[in-house]
């Protein structure tokens, strides 16, 4: 059945402007998959005691990002991040985490029960995107607990925004505390000025990236770079073994291996015509009327207080003055220009680029917001994220993740340890994690983000009956 609909949908005309990287050309996905599908027999090495071609592949990685080892990971960014958490983290240590970080991160904190103190990023008032990371509030927070380990932050994040990452690493390496950057959507940073910063040139410790999200690269490849002398090496490549499969696919390490020979041959080439397409489709799109490109377009010139920089690669298209949702606007891409997008939001739609997109995906996407942009009428009102404070917090994340608990209704929550996580989508922040007290601010929070359009889910499925609270 799978094999079917993506055989159908592989030769389908639609435009794939969203993950993975390759976007079905057939250029860079070579003659994979299945003849190339072994295991390790003699003269392939061996993933996690390598000293052959593995070991060729990963310190070309290392070597061209410019951090100090990286391991490959075949169980994407997911397998590395709870790696690194793993090694950088014991049982009651204290860890900066940024609010928004993937939930990957909220697992790896359920694993090793170090106590996360939590930062909110700020949040840009007309899209509802989680912003930066100021690495004044990092401070402060170091202030407050100076006994602190780690400094969990995701940057660039899904939607393209970036944090002063150089200042995180300046102020908490001053305490005494190691920077583990979540760059699964910024592994083609760092080889054109054009991007943002790579996070391995800013001064991190730790670098973790999905190949498969910007580059040419199969889905669940990633890497996990090692870039200072701050973390120990072998926790880390013990801990790599850990979270990964002991089998580990050739096919993904292939796909690993050709993506980082083809950026070591022509990475200036690719990179320049990445960035000439981005800089011509910002001029091809200046005449838009109702909808408008972050960091594109007309929408270039005006730059946002919440955002440190931004990756010009992700395409966030507002749809606010239309008067069409994103789920709409992207239905209408979908259904009359077959542009699949990657993600949908309240007001805007997020596409992805790569260095895989040629011409034709930009001439046709201009031609496309033209032709939607001229039909539409401006929008009466515009839409708002509410803002919301964190919760308090009384029994620890690992503890309350685990707990026996039961469901409440949501009017009885209030006062309640809630024992599952509530996401709202913008600006993808849990506003509630195992351990926290649901307070009346909470519930109407979450009432307010969920009647204007932003999806709010929890992990056990509760909402919006209630939520899975301790006895
Ligand atoms: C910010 C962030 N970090 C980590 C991940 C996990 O990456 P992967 O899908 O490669 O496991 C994602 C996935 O969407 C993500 O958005």
Known sequence: MLERLLYEYGTSPMLPMH???HKRRREFAGNLPYSMDITE???FDDLYNASGVLAETMSLAARLYGSRRAFLGVNGSTGCLLAAIYALLRPGDR???ARNCHRSVYHALEITQAQPVFLMPEIDS????AGSIAPESVEKALISAPDTRLVIVTSPTYEGVASDIASICDVAHRFGAVVLVDAAHGAHLGFHPGFPESPIRCGADVVVMSLHKTMPAMTQTALLHVCSGRVDHERLAQAMRMFNTSSPSYVLMA???????LLDREKDALFARYDENLSRFSEGIRDL??????GHGRDEESRREAFFAFDRGKLIINTEKTGLSGPEFAARLRAEHKIETEMTSLAYVLAMTSLCDGDETFSRMTS?????DGGL???????KTPVFDLPPSGTSLSEAARAEGEPVSLEETVGKTVLEYAWAYPPGIPVLIPGEEVTAPVIEALRALAKSGVTVYSSRGGWPEGFYCAK
């Open 19 to 21: 993950t993975p990287g």
């Open 41 to 43: 027999i003699t003269g």
């Open 95 to 97: 860890v900066l985490v």
């Open 126 to 129: 007309e899209t509802g995107i």
């Open 255 to 261: 796909s690993m291996d050709r993506c980082l020979r």
């Open 289 to 294: 009327k109702n909808l408008s490109v972050l």
């Open 368 to 372: 496309a917001l033209f032709a939607l």
């Open 377 to 383: 009428a401006p929008a009466r009102k515009t839409i």
